[in-house]
């Protein structure tokens, strides 16, 4: 790609489909990175890599799909355990071992999906399991369906208002049953992949890792940080930006697209060539080419 000239190539590294909380089919979603005039989209479904083959078998001409996932991660250096996001990119999706916590971490997701319906039930917030199940499509279970139930009820006006104390940001949340950080890095590797540690420190989502467990991380196989990200303040972007730097990770910009579930729309922000050829460099699945 550092050989082609005329306008920087766009580069998208993180976007979910209706595999986990997105709004668009794998197949849709790769047809809709085309129409915004991207060069690389990156699939990065919550827990799961069940979008990867209908995304392949719709990659539009000069479309390149970087197949991706986004887990669930905690770190347990504070009380109670952080939960942080890692991506991954281009590892085997056969690895026994990361299959098998990407499985349990989805089954968990659906135990604390309906026991924050329990939770909500017993307050008669008029909502229920199956629905939010059938509304998940067979997907990644996450707080968005729960938000979509709760909007459906006519209970909030808006994901944002969902996503409030008083709903699913605090008073009925429940944690995760995520896999430890420093054992995701260690699979995302053995698996081949790339793992890049997603929006770092978007304070604005809740509490954020210190500085010393990212340099932790990087000597434990990180290869790098999400610096441009919607829920990162300018500053906050700056800090990861030199954070990076100074550990030698590489940095990605990305809009962690969620179709109508976010209002952030594919392309909002972008990765640098440089950063993505690492990436492919190290990573041991091809990149897929439309
Ligand atoms: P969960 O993985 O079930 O804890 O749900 C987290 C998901 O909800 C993430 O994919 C976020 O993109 C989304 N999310 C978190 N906070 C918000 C928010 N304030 N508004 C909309 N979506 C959010
Ligand atoms: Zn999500
Ligand atoms: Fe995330
Ligand atoms: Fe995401």
Redesign the pocket.
Known sequence: MTSRTGPAPRIDLHA?STA??GTLTPAELVGAASDAGLDVLAITD?DTTAGWAPAVGALPPGLRLIRGA?L?CRWSGAQPAV?LHLLAYLFDPDHPELVAELARVRAA?EER?ERMVDLLRADGVDVNWPDILAGAGGGT????HL?QALIRAGLVGS??EA?GPDWL?ERY?LP?EDIDVFRAVGLVRAAGGVPVFAHPRATR?GRVVPDELIAELAAAGLAGLEADHEDHSPAEREHVRALAAELGLLVTGSS?F?GT??TVQLGAFSTSVEAYERIVAEGVTEVASG
């Open positions: 979910h986990s909380d919550h986004e669930s939960p997701r999906g279970v996450g707080r968005p938000a994901v944002r996503f940001g949340r995760k989502r962690d969620h579930h976010k």
